[in-house]
Structures are given as C-alpha cells and as structure tokens.
C-alpha cells in the first residue's frame, strides 16, 4: 500500500455550522462542522428512529448538504492532522451521512421528491482494492490510490494515463426507518447472520450520534449499520442519481429525515472493487413533499427515481466489452455461496440462471483484460473497473445461462 494511503488527515475546506439559512438567498446549509461526522451535531453514521433531526426545512427550500468521504478520514496528504479513531476498525466510521433533516409537514407513509441540483467536489478523492469488494479473491493484493478532483475529471499520480470525467452522485440518499421497519430488518439480517451469510450487524465501534448509537448509547444493539441499502434508501450506490435526477424516499417518521454521504466523484455500474472514487462534496437540492394517498408512488422495496436520459450516458465514445455466464470449475464454490454449505454447488459446473455468478466471471474477464492490454496490476485493473466499467445485465431468460456484459469505457485511457 502507498505511503499517501496510510496517512489519515484534517478535512479539507471551511465549513458552514450546521442549520445555517442564509439571510440573503434563503437557502439551508447543513453540516461540516469538526473534523470528522463524531464533532460534527449534524452527522449521523448509523440509523434509528430515535436519532434526533439536525434542521428542519420547508418543501421546495434549496438545501446545501456538507458531506465527508465514505471513510470519514480526511484525505490532504500534506496535513499534520492525526484522526485517533484509527487505532479502531476504520469500517466503525462508514458511513458519515449529512442530516438528518426534518421535511416541514411530512408524516409517516408520504413520500419525499429529492431532486439534485448541483454537487462540487472536494479537492481530492480515493479509491481502494480489498477484501470489501465484489470478487475480491480475483487480486491477490490490496491497493489504494489517490485522486486530484475538479469539476471536469480525475487523475492520479498512482495511476498514470487515466482521466475519469465527473459523473457525480450520492451513493447514500435515505430516510430514517420507523420502529417496525427497525425490528424487520434486525430480525431478517439476524437471521441470515446466523446462516453464515454476510452481514453487518450493529456494533457501536465510532457510531454517531454517540449517545444513542455509541458504546454506552441507548440503542446501541439496534443501531442499523449504513453499509447496505434497505427500503428506506441508503447506500444504494446508483450512479445514475446524478445532478437533473428526481430520488424518491418513503417517510417512516415525522419529518422523514433525510440524509445524505458517501459521494463518489465517479463510478462504473457495479463498484466491484468496493469502492468508487470517493470524495468530500456540497450537496445542492430541492424537496418536494408527496402526501400519502395523492400523488405519492408506492414504494415497498426501496427508493424510485426519474430524470433526463443524459443521465444515463457512457461518457466515451469508444468501448471493449466482455460477457459472463455462470459457469465455473467443477469442485469449486463461489465465495458468496460458502454459506449454503451445499454440497450439489460444488459438484455442479454450471449453475442455472446464477447472475451473480455470471457477473463475476464477467469481472473476472474484465479485470484481466485491462491488466494484459494496459500493464497495470491486477488490483489497478480492479479499481480501474470499479470506477468506470458498467456492469450490464445482457439477458435473464436463456436458461440455465443467464448472460452480464461488463462495458468498458476506452477514453479513459489518455495516456495510451
């Protein structure tokens, strides 16, 4: 691992006291205040209904989100700053959400329209290789790089000839789930915990707040953990929720409470490495308030979202693609299904309709591909396609042989 990578930060920039309306334009800036989302009052990395709302806005009020990278550690490599929450588990940290907000006259059972208006990236962003990602037993090392942000793209001297133009977006954009969504989704990850399966359980490790979340918080057994998504929003990682799209969230509370992280300056469909090129960003929205029964849509398995077809684009104009199916080598397990304990997996060469299998044979041709054509290392081909491969499903109907397309842009290789 780099020498930069190990070196933990002040954040970068001024920020705003969270709560702030600005007298001249009216407009709520939340959030950034301290060094990192446990000193800051309008910062939340953990979720519960009991979790008090930092601001308050009206529907159609613009509001300024100040948010922290996934990791919460900052990322000036020329700051003397020392976070001491790394003598911890650095996933304790993930994932610092702004907020929550309350929505003015929102109730249980409406929906909110979130609609982005602008994001403006940090200075600098990461990106890493480890056991976190997708088909992390593909590399044989961890890796982690650095990137210089503006506007237009990023680079990094880590990584030379590549140039990923910005597609910015949330990967996190949730409400705050009520008491009986709390105790389903406890019960459920419980459940599959218990199976073997993976899960991140509650653990008050760096939770904030603190005194509800944290090690002597009042609900720190129930505090929901940000890294998945859930019915309520939350770490969906669409890079497709860019500046012009419309998210909806369901309200399982009063004032729904709405909070937004983990920003990624750029991402291929999939963030197969585990991580996208994450970043500090302000955060510009606008609300809108669906009452429950009147033009609300019905959200029962997670967030809708609508805007421009531009949003949709691949930003190249030339592309190299590669095709998964689910077959694999006889005697062989995948990693995710170690946890079935079935011996009929193992034995079999090919599983039918198994789309996570093919995705990860489709990874696994990628990677390869950009390692031989480019010369970078396994983990640098890995990271380069989990910030800039699109992982597409190609069709679902041809059994057993399920097919995923793996799409990579080749513009981004400006030094080649």
């Not at 041809?398 to 097919?403: E, L």
């Given at each position: ?9 002040a954040?970068i ?5 969270a ?21 800051d009052s ?10 008090p709302?930092?601001?308050s806005?009206?529907?159609?009020q ?8 996934a ?14 929450r ?7 940290t ?17 929906v ?7 994001i ?12 976190f ?31 990923i ?63 998945p ?5 939350g ?17 399982y ?7 937004i ?35 609300a849509?019905?959200?029962?398995r ?8 531009r ?9 190299y693609?590669v095709?998964g ?24 060469e ?19 591909y950009?390692?031989?054509?480019y010369g970078?290392s396994?983990?640098e081909?890995?990271m ?13 109907v ?6 995923v ?5 080749l ?6």
């Open positions: 691992m780099r020498t930069h990578a190990r070196i933990i930060t954040l920039g001024s920020f705003a006291v709560g702030t309306v600005r007298a001249d334009t009216g407009v709520l800036i939340v959030g950034g205040d301290g060094h990192h989302c446990g000193e309008a910062c939340i990395n953990r979720l519960h209904p009991d979790i709302l930092a601001a806005v009206a529907p159609g613009t509001i300024v989100f100040k948010t922290r990278n990791s919460d550690f900052a990322l000036d490599p020329d700051s003397s700053y020392v976070d001491a790394t003598n911890g588990p650095e996933i304790g993930v994932h610092p959400l702004t907020g929550p907000v309350r929505i003015e006259g929102a109730e249980r059972g409406d909110i329209a979130v609609t982005l208006l602008d403006a990236p940090g200075p600098f962003g990461w990106t890493s290789a480890s056991s990602g997708f088909a992390s037993d593909l590399i044989s090392e961890d890796d982690r790089i650095l990137w210089r942000l503006n506007r237009e793209f990023a680079e990094s001297d880590d990584l030379a000839g590549i140039r133009p910005n597609g910015a977006f949330p990967g996190v954009m949730t409400t705050l789930p009520g008491r009986a969504e709390l105790e389903t989704i406890l019960r459920r990850e419980q459940a599959l915990a218990d199976s073997g399966g993976a899960v991140f359980l509650p653990d008050p490790t760096h939770a904030a707040p603190d005194e509800i979340c944290g090690p002597n918080g009042s609900a720190r057994s129930e505090c929901l953990r940000t890294l998504p859930r019915e309520h929003g770490n969906a990682d669409i890079r497709y929720w860019r500046v012009g799209v419309t998210v909806y969230l369901p309200c509370v009063s004032g729904c409470g709405l909070a992280g983990d920003l990624h300056f750029a991402q291929g469909d999939g963030e197969i490495s585990g991580t996208a090129i994450e970043m500090d960003a302000d955060v510009t929205l606008v609300t809108r308030l669906l009452k429950k029964g009147r033009d849509p019905t959200l029962t997670g967030p809708h979202y609508e805007g421009p077809v949003a949709l684009d691949l930003p190249s104009r030339r592309f693609a095709t199916l689910p077959v694999k080598e006889p005697g062989s397990v995948p990693p995710d299904m170690v946890y079935l304990k079935s011996p009929q997996v193992a034995e079999l090919n599983l039918n309709k198994d789309i996570n299998l093919a995705a990860r044979n489709a990874v696994d041709e990628i990677v390869t950009i390692a031989e054509t970078y396994r983990a081909a890995y380069i396609a989990s910030v800039a491969v699109d992982m597409r499903i190609g069709q679902l041809d059994t057993p042989n399920v097919g397309t793996a799409l990579l842009p513009d981004i290789f400006v030094g080649r």
